[in-house]
């Protein structure tokens, strides 16, 4: 019986163009990668600093085991809370200038632990979100189960109607991205800030995309608006930039207390592995001084950006390393994305329901270790599509 409604709904999917496979890897999965006996340019990976497989984050890694071990046992609350623990998250408050930090085991669970702690069953509070914000924002407010208002994409006019709407509810949690994970884009965190302010509204931004990309050490997006000191709730991720794993919360000392009483996602579940703290406390290092490499990234983002417009590709509003060619429907997309597997270029078709429909896209996601050759061979291949 499950059988035959499985069946069901994957040859549905099928039939949509829907159906999701996966591919494997017998390599690092950084620029250049192996997939079947075949090597590719990996254009699809979030390893933004190219730090993925670096020989001194291995070298961390292997010190904490060796000192820690591999697991983390037991929930933070319980025997998992150890040192390196306490160690990056203090170097991650630092570096995002707040009070505190707290490390989950991965970003997805980082946004739905604190939505659904802060939201939980407050009748007097509501959500206000951006339209495209990524899922993991939106599985927190679903399960928050609070009452939710969403305004259009990065657009400030429509996010100020709806605080205005919003006025009645005592606390108001308002959430964008920073650099839009499938679009690439930027939310305009300085008007943001100011509406939240402006209407006594929380602002949560979620960077899992822009730390470690932007700003002159790497803090991300709030830092070159020169508005981290107005954001209440900062989210990132360990596992884009950063090559590690996780997912982290920066925010006043409360709000770290709170979430280590309150959030599910937290407290019942074992402690992320000390040799990921490590991998990350590495990274940390690594990246505040990579500032070199971030300036060659957006150059070559922004020259990548102009040939495909050049080119005649729709590229959406990107102003960052993700360069979304918008292709449309998913046959186009999918059909895109073999020709250039056979050119040697890996780049997976994105299709709904991860953007909308008939916006299918190929989402070129280039890092700092993609040579002025690799961007030739895929201009040159993305030209040859007709
Ligand atoms: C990838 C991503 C996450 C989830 O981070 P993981 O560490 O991969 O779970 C959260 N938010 C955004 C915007 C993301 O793109």
Redesign the pocket.
Known sequence: MLDDFLLKKLSEMENAGLLRTLNTIQSNPAVRIEVNGRKFINFSS?NYLDLAGNKEINKAVADAIEKYGFAGTSSRLVCGNLSIHEELEAGLAVFKNKQASLVLP??????VGIISALMANEKNSCIIMDKLN?A??WDGVKLSGSRIFVYEHCDMNSLEKTLKRAHKYEIKLTIT?AVF?MDGDFAPLKDFTELCRKYGAVSMV?E??STGVFGKEGKGLAEVFGVSNKIDIT?G????AFAA???FVCGSLKLINFLINKSRAFIYTTAISPAVCAAALKSLEILKGSATERAFLLKTAEYLKKKLNKLGFNTSNTQSQIIPVITGSVENTERISLYLREKGIYIPAIKPPTVPKEQSRIRISLTAGHTTRDIEKLTDSISEIV
């Open positions: 979030n991965s970003g997805y669970q980082t946004n990524h993991s924002l991205e994970s979620d899992a995309h989210v991720t360990l596992s884009k794993q996780g997912g």
